[in-house]
């Protein structure tokens, strides 16, 4: 087994989980088995409970676990599944030492983070790289950890300390370190700077981990003579200083590492032999890269939301609206919508904000209502989808959204008052009085509607964590459904966030 560390320095959200899926694609193309793993030091148990302007979104994962959303680059980039196991955060190993420490298994004595937590972690990245994450169901040759934070950070003390240890456990041959630092570029003098990146790799290396490869963030690409001053400080060959600009698509990122020798020094340093020739995998890659930047037509689509400030709490979304315009050759633009914003409200509150939002939201091709909870914009959300409907705009909704979408319908064509359909999505059933003896199309409604309120009572009255209906699920539809039209199955596998 080979693991390759990706750590960060100077600032957080640089960068990692692109760079780190990234490595584990080039690898793929060569044939090996990748799988990754994502460390987050924060106390949490999982990122169930985080609010989305905290981290983004949660991502689902199959088996329901609630994890940082750079596990969805994994998967996407990596094309594997991934299991709650592959998170790991300090909540989970202090969990973990404790437990075991009730249990009497340490024998009485005393539990340090040297070595009890840093064994425990050593432990689990053991046990989870052989876990199987293909369809075919073979060993992993290669993991990837991204460690989450910037190096320095006292929340990812001890897990440097359980790597530092770890490299000697496992001989040189088999680990690598990545560090991944910024080189900014101040708009005064235009120079691209280094102390940055000094300071950090000087920092890592104190802790006891020498950095293999040094990908610098940069806006623009690396001036040799900058790359060679990082070689010189940081005490590494210009090979191993690998530049990583910005590019108009994340899905250019390997294909940037791939030109620069990613793969021939990482087959070098960690003794793999492997091709090191153009590869199919990788020649689709820049076939798929390449087409993103030669399209014409334009598609724009209203995201209606609450936490449409941070473009990151709808990441899982926005990505599958990315690949379905790639698929029909449309360059895609999100407009986001606040939905608080299209309410009668602000109208009279912030009527500037009122009508841009209504602006953005009349001028989109398409209108796409996400998940979300509580009360806040959910009226913006059902004048969205009313708009939509009547328009005849082109809409989904997701989650939450579809519930809203049934209220919508019900209350504007059916005539059922629009607090009772509010409360009873909220779960206040005990509030809401049914009409008696619905038939036909409002019997249909009514047990769409139940079946919401069920599931948001369970989220209002079980604890926060685990509370939601979350897993991979199969979806069932009759041949008479227009999805049929785009669909060749009739079961349809989702993971499910309900």
């Known amino acids: 087994m080979k693991y390759i560390l990706v750590t960060g320095g100077v600032i957080s959200g640089i960068g990692k989980g692109i760079i780190a899926s990234s490595v584990g694609t080039i690898l793929k193309s060569c044939g090996l088995h990748v799988t990754a793993i994502k460390i987050d030091p924060y106390i949490n148990i999982d990122a169930g409970t985080f609010s989305p302007y905290e981290h983004g979104e949660v991502f689902v994962l199959d088996d329901g676990g609630e994890v940082d959303l750079d596990l969805g680059n994994y998967e996407r980039f990596l094309d594997i599944r991934l299991t709650r196991d592959n998170n790991l955060t300090t909540g989970k190993i202090y969990q973990s030492v404790i437990n075991k420490e009730r249990r009497g298994d340490y024998l009485g004595k005393t539990v340090q983070v040297v070595p009890h937590i840093t064994d425990a972690i050593q432990e689990w990245v053991v046990k989870q790289a052989r876990v199987p994450v293909e369809d075919d169901d073979v060993e992993p040759q290669v993991c990837v950890i991204e460690l989450g934070g910037t190096v320095g950070d006292i929340e990812s003390m001890p897990f440097i300390e359980a790597f530092r240890q770890f490299q000697f456990k496992v001989k040189r041959e088999n680990f690598c370190n990545i560090h991944v630092s910024l080189i900014p570029q101040p708009s005064a003098t235009g120079e691209q700077k280094t102390k940055p990146t000094q300071s950090s790799v000087r920092e890592l290396r104190g802790l006891g981990l020498s950095p293999d490869l040094i990908m610098c963030r940069c806006s623009t690409v690396l001036e040799n003579s900058v790359k060679e001053k990082i070689s010189m400080f940081c005490h590494v060959e210009p090979e191993q200083v690998i530049c990583v600009h910005d590019v108009s698509s994340i899905y250019k990122v390997p294909l940037l590492l791939e030109k620069q020798g990613v793969v021939s020094y990482l087959s070098r340093r ?26 014409l037509e334009q598609c724009s689509i209203a995201l209606v939301g609450k936490y449409t400030k941070f473009s990151d709490s709808y990441a899982s979304v926005i990505k599958a609206l990315e690949h379905s315009a790639l698929a029909i050759s ?36 398409g209108v796409l209502v996400p998940g979300g909870f509580g009360v806040r914009g959910t009226e913006g959300k059902i004048h969205a989808i009313s708009w939509a409907r009547n328009q005849k705009k082109p809409f989904l909704g997701v989650c939450l959204g579809m519930q809203l979408a049934v209220c919508e319908f019900a209350r504007n064509t059916l005539g059922w008052t629009g607090e009772a359909l509010l409360l009873l999505l909220l779960g206040r059933s005990d509030l809401f009085a049914a009409p008696e003896k619905p038939r036909g199309e409002e019997q249909r409604v009514t047990t769409v509607l139940f079946r919401c309120c069920a599931n948001h009572s369970l989220k209002t009255v079980a604890p926060k964590t685990a509370a939601a209906c979350i897993r991979e699920r199969d979806c069932l539809y009759k041949l008479s459904f227009l999805i049929n039209c785009l669909y060749t199955y009739k079961v349809l596998n989702a993971s499910v966030y309900m």
Do not use: F, G
């Open 270 to 295: 960690l003794n793999m032999p492997i091709e090191t020739r153009p590869r199919k995998m990788l020649t689709k890659w820049k076939e798929m890269s390449d087409r993103s930047d030669r399209l």
């Open 330 to 365: 449309h360059k895609l633009e999100v407009k986001y919508v606040d939905s608080a914003h299209l309410e009668p409200s602000t109208l009279q509150e912030e009527p500037v904000k009122y009508h841009e939002a209504w602006q953005k939201l009349c001028s989109a091709d």
